[in-house]
């Protein structure tokens, strides 16, 4: 159960590590939250292809909300997703929890909302379920998350992996 937990925290900090460091550039009028494709907005079609993805940050073997830091384990994530253009996805990742690592698949389903910010639930290959937040920067070539589940502090970035053909 133990193991599951963290794997499930590890594929989310991937996915939010990703997802986070689009949103946290630069304070913009108006949020933090810029409004990447003011002019044109994003949709499902705007995140295609691979992503190359890191992540770090901490989590609570308990899954409860941090009350301090002594019960917490350090994680590190580096995933390569793939995203359809129209709402699902799917990663294989190595995590690296308190010096134990791994690697695990998973795949879900994702929503991008007109200003670039989404949601991803990932189904993780133990059956665990995981929430990350995101926004998406760059035209579409990076994406920023945060996990959005209690217990896990985590921060992620995906950068577009590019094929050299093109």
Same mark, same amino acid.
């Given at each position: 159960?133990?193991?599951?937990?963290?794997?499930? !925290?590890?594929?989310?900090?991937?996915? =939010?590590?990703?997802?986070?460091?689009?949103?946290?550039?630069? %304070?913009?009028?108006?949020?933090?939250?810029? %409004?990447?494709?003011?002019?044109?907005?994003?949709?499902? +079609? #705007?995140?295609?292809?691979?992503?190359? #993805?890191?992540?770090?940050?901490?989590?609570?073997?308990?899954? *409860?909300?941090?009350?301090?830091?002594?019960?917490? /384990?350090?994680?590190?994530?580096?995933? @390569?997703?793939?995203?359809?253009?129209?709402? %699902?996805?799917? *990663? =294989?990742?190595? =995590?690296? @929890? +308190?010096?134990?690592?791994? #690697?695990?698949?998973?795949? +879900? #389903?994702?929503?991008?909302?007109?200003?670039?910010?989404?949601?991803?639930?990932?189904?993780?290959?133990n059956g665990e379920v995981?929430?990350? =937040?995101?926004?998406?920067?760059?035209?579409?070539?990076? /994406?920023?998350? !945060?996990?959005?589940?209690?217990? !896990?502090?985590?921060?992620?970035?995906?950068?577009?992996?590019?094929?050299?053909?093109?």
């Amino acid at each position: 159960m133990r193991r599951a937990l963290i794997l499930g !925290v590890l594929v989310c900090l991937t996915v =939010s590590t990703v997802l986070a460091l689009s949103v946290l550039g630069t %304070k913009h009028p108006g949020g933090i939250l810029a %409004k990447v494709y003011a002019h044109e907005g994003c949709s499902l +079609g #705007t995140l295609t292809g691979s992503y190359g #993805t890191a992540a770090d940050g901490l989590v609570n073997p308990t899954g *409860q909300p941090f009350v301090s830091t002594s019960a917490t /384990i350090p994680i590190a994530v580096m995933a @390569v997703q793939s995203f359809d253009g129209a709402g %699902k996805f799917s *990663q =294989s990742n190595t =995590s690296n @929890v +308190g010096g134990f690592v791994f #690697t695990a698949t998973g795949s +879900g #389903t994702y929503t991008v909302n007109a200003d670039c910010s989404g949601s991803v639930i990932a189904n993780l290959s133990n059956g665990e379920v995981i929430h990350i =937040s995101f926004v998406i920067v760059d035209n579409g070539r990076q /994406i920023l998350s !945060v996990s959005a589940d209690p217990g !896990v502090i985590s921060f992620a970035r995906a950068i577009r992996i590019v094929n050299p053909q093109d």
